[in-house]
Every structure is written in C-alpha cells, then in structure tokens.
Nanobody, 123 residues
Framework: QVQLVESGGGLVQAGGSLRLSCAAS????????MGWFRQAPGKGREFVAA????????VYADSVKGRFTISRDNAKNSVDLQMNSLKPEDTAVYYC????????????????WGQGTQVTVAS
C-alpha cells in the first residue's frame, strides 16, 4: 500500500509563496506519475501539476503556469510544489496523488491520495 503525506500548507498573503511537500511511504515510483490537485470550498477537485518520477517535462494547469513549480527529490522520495505569486483564488485543500503509467490529469486516473493540506491566501 502506498501512503502519501503532504505538508507545508498554511496562511499567506496574496503575492506570497508557499512550498508543499509530499512524502511517499516507499520507493515504488520508478514507473509512477506524481500529481498535485486542489479542491476549493464548494468546488470539485482539480488538477494543478504532475511530473513523472523518472523525469521529463512537468505538466501544469493553465491557472498556475509560470507561478507554480513541481519537482521531485529521489533521495527523499518526495515531490514538492513551489507556489509563488499566490492569489486568493489559490485557496484550497491541496492533495498529492500517484498513479502508475501515463501522465494523466484527470482526478479519477489517480489511485493513491494523501490526506490533503490547507492553503489559504488572504487578500
């Protein structure tokens, strides 16, 4: 069983930065894709960014391109999401997710999920 644990959420002013981290329970990810999703109050869960564990160009939602950066740390078995120039509309619970196979951006394609971490951006 794969376990994912997010950390790094919090409260930040608009224009500020936060860095989220997702730690995986075991090193299984040679063929995995790691993704970040978010869910704002009253809305569905949406794709934010994804990266293949083995490398390659990450994929981002249009709403975060140029502001967010996803990266992986093989030594720590973790995937981070650096969020800059945060906006109030970025307020959401952020989830780390993993899937085996192709890089996909639909929520239903991911098999393993973390518990989520709250990000609140004050205006």
């Amino acid at each position: 069983q794969v376990q994912l644990v997010e950390s790094g959420g919090g409260l930040v002013q608009a224009g500020g930065s936060l860095r989220l981290s997702c730690a995986a329970s075991r090193r299984t990810f040679s063929s995995y894709v790691m993704g970040w999703f978010r869910q704002a109050p009253g809305k569905g869960r949406e794709f934010v960014a994804a990266i293949r564990w083995t490398g390659g160009r990450p994929v981002y939602a249009d709403s975060v391109k140029g502001r967010f950066t996803i990266s992986r740390d093989n030594a720590k078995n973790s995937v981070d999401l650096q969020m800059n120039s945060l906006k109030p509309e970025d307020t959401a619970v952020y989830y780390c997710a993993a899937r085996s196979g192709m890089l996909l951006i639909t929520t239903s394609a991911y098999d393993h999920w973390g518990q989520g971490t709250q990000v609140t951006v004050a205006s």
